[in-house]
């Protein structure tokens, strides 16, 4: 089905939305992002250890490991954020 326009577009910049078949809705209605993260499928894993490691090069952080504790990572995000609006 296709997806509304935002007022003063002449297309929508959104994919068409999906509509469950009929006898079919509960399968469509179960498929969510927070059942998907519960699931935390192997590539989904992998995807977030890729970010977090990217993202950790991009502040510098060159001792970032996976199993950083996250008080060690909000330690540092505070210490930054502070330095940036000094």
Same mark, same amino acid.
Not at 5 to 24: A, E, F, V, W
Not at 35 to 62: C, E, F, M, T
Not at 66 to 86: F, G, Q, T, V, Y
């Given at each position: 089905m296709?997806? =509304?326009?935002?007022l003063?577009?002449?297309?929508s910049?959104?994919?068409?939305r999906?509509?469950p078949k009929?006898?079919?809705e509960?399968?469509?209605a179960?498929?969510?992002?927070?059942? &998907?993260?519960n699931?935390?499928?192997?590539?989904?894993?992998a995807?977030?250890?890729?970010?977090?490691?990217? =993202?950790?090069?991009?502040?510098?952080w060159s001792?970032?490991?996976?199993?950083?504790?996250?008080?060690e990572?909000l330690?540092? &995000?505070l210490?930054?954020?502070?330095a940036?609006?000094a």
């Amino acid at each position: 089905m296709p997806e =509304v326009i935002p007022l003063g577009m002449d297309k929508s910049p959104y994919p068409d939305r999906i509509l469950p078949k009929l006898g079919h809705e509960k399968d469509l209605a179960d498929r969510t992002l927070t059942k &998907l993260y519960n699931q935390r499928p192997a590539w989904l894993d992998a995807a977030h250890k890729a970010l977090d490691a990217a =993202v950790a090069q991009a502040y510098g952080w060159s001792d970032y490991t996976a199993d950083m504790p996250d008080e060690e990572i909000l330690k540092r &995000l505070l210490a930054l954020n502070l330095a940036r609006s000094a």
